[in-house]
T-cell receptor, first 116, second 113 residues
Framework: GAVVSQHPSRVICKSGTSVKIECRSLDFQATTMFWYRQFPKQSLMLMATSNEGSKATYEQGVEKDKFLINHASLTLSTLTVTSAHPEDSSFYIC????????????FGPGTRLTVL | AQSVTQPDIHITVSEGASLELRCNYSYGATPYLFWYVQSPGQGLQLLLKYFSGDTLVQGIKGFEAEFKRSQSSFNLRKPSVHWSDAAEYFCAVGANAGNMLTFGGGTRLMVKP
């Protein structure tokens, strides 16, 4: 089956620093990737849709200057949390959709971000 | 706008007992419906999905779900729960195949020995 990886799986950083999270589709090309955020004991909330070669589409209320998304290749999308603050601490999950009208998204294992 | 409601935040069942997790959705067109399971600190695993056709869909790990358009529901069932089924379960709806998903709040399943 299709595999999506995320790196790192866990990161702890100081307030004010920037953190980059990678999402890779390992055995398929993904024209579209999605970034979700999950607070403790809550559901997943879509942050943005990342399309290869174009700008990401952000959901309402998500700061595009704070959460920078780059989808430079068909197998890699990155989410950079800039000037992270403790309230950015969360579980970030990406998903990837194979091209050709695939009816399934494949989710990565998630990245736990803790901002001190 | 589409929305998903999972009325039960927590459910506890005994091992071997049957299980039903409720999911109600709101969407103006034919929905694409999914159930995912998430173990602690892990990502999501797809259990099953419904797009069209037979309203009773079979998934992995012995799970099934039934789409009932008249009730706007897509409840997840399992005849006999195993201790390893303890996890968080999310119902989700998509506008079309493979598009962005809207998730329900999740139901945490605990299994008593």
């Amino acid at each position: 089956g299709a595999v999506v990886s995320q790196h790192p799986s866990r990161v702890i950083c100081k307030s004010g620093t920037s953190v980059k999270i990678e999402c890779r589709s390992l055995d398929f090309q993904a024209t579209t990737m999605f970034w979700y955020r999950q607070f403790p004991k809550q559901s997943l909330m879509l942050m943005a849709t990342s399309n290869e070669g174009s700008k990401a589409t952000y959901e309402q209320g998500v700061e595009k200057d704070k959460f920078l998304i780059n989808h430079a290749s068909l197998t890699l999308s990155t989410l950079t949390v800039t000037s992270a603050h403790p309230e950015d601490s969360s579980f970030y999950i990406c998903s990837a959709r194979p091209p050709g009208g695939s009816d399934t998204q494949y989710f990565g294992p998630g990245t736990r971000l803790t901002v001190l | 706008a589409q929305s998903v409601t999972q009325p039960d935040i927590h459910i506890t069942v005994s091992e071997g007992a049957s299980l039903e997790l409720r999911c109600n959705y709101s969407y103006g067109a034919t929905p694409y419906l999914f159930w995912y399971v998430q173990s602690p600190g892990q990502g999501l695993q797809l259990l099953l999905k419904y797009f069209s056709g037979d309203t009773l869909v079979q998934g992995i790990k012995g799970f099934e779900a039934e789409f009932k358009r008249s009730q706007s529901s897509f409840n997840l069932r399992k005849p006999s729960v195993h201790w390893s089924d303890a996890a968080e379960y999310f119902c989700a709806v998509g506008a079309n195949a493979g598009n962005m998903l809207t998730f329900g709040g999740g139901t945490r399943l605990m299994v008593k020995p």
